[in-house]
């Protein structure tokens, strides 16, 4: 079974200034780890994976995560936040071995972007 | 192309009352999930359908929670009675199976119940 934290609860910024929201997984196999944002009454839209290969990856709206094997952490960052980024951020972690991929969610970071 | 369809968007029932939530899933997307989102928390699985079978109904609570998926398409998950501790957003997602299957799963706009 593998398992999420997001060590914070909400991150307030100011516009144009970087973000960093953390997050740390457990998991005994091999992972594949995500990124979903959700706006206000909406559903979950993913922002980037980690599947296999480099360790930066990129996804969209200018939002960047590294996977730390031995840190077991998977931060997303981006180095200018815009207003409309404001929303709830949730990483996820799934075993990546066979093909029934049951994701867990962290229990998200809401971030406040501030004029 | 289509994304995953939910219906209703919002419901607000009293406790007791019975509710009942659809989804279709992309087409061609031979998973389906059930996933329940309470305030402030991330979504937890309720059940997931290989095609009409539900492989992983582990957290589904079946005393009051059913789903069904009949042809392998259009899902339905069915709450009766309501309690007021079932108060949350209901998330459908599916993805596809096999070899494109990379994990990611494409969600609705979710399902709000509000039980009085």
């Known amino acids: 079974a593998q398992s999420v934290t997001q060590l914070d609860s909400q991150v307030p910024v100011f516009e144009e200034a970087p973000v960093e929201l953390r997050c740390n997984y457990s998991s005994s196999v091999s992972v594949y780890l995500f990124w979903y944002v959700q706006y206000p009454n909406q559903g979950l839209q993913l922002l980037l994976k980690y599947l296999s290969g480099s360790t930066l990856v990129k996804g969209i709206n200018g939002f960047e995560a590294e996977f730390n094997k031995s840190q077991t952490s998977f931060h997303l960052r981006k180095p200018s936040v815009h207003i409309s980024d404001t929303a709830e951020y949730f990483c996820a972690v799934t075993s990546s071995g066979g093909s029934n991929y049951k994701l867990t969610f962290g229990k998200g970071t809401l971030l406040t972007v501030n004029p | 192309e289509a994304g995953v369809v939910q219906s209703p968007r919002y419901k607000i029932i009293e406790k007791k009352q019975p509710v009942a939530f659809w989804c279709n899933p992309i087409s061609g997307h031979n998973t389906l999930y059930w996933y329940r989102q309470n305030l402030g928390q991330g979504p937890e699985l309720l059940i997931r359908?290989?095609?009409?079978?539900?492989?992983?109904d582990s957290q589904l609570p079946k005393d009051r929670f059913s789903a069904e998926r009949l042809k392998g398409v259009d899902s339905t998950l069915k709450i009766q009675p309501a309690e007021l501790g079932d108060s949350a957003v209901y998330l459908c997602a599916s993805s596809p199976s096999g070899r494109t299957n990379t994990g990611e799963l494409f969600f609705g706009e979710g399902s709000r119940l509000t039980v009085l």
């Open positions: 359908y290989e095609n009409e079978e539900a492989v992983d």
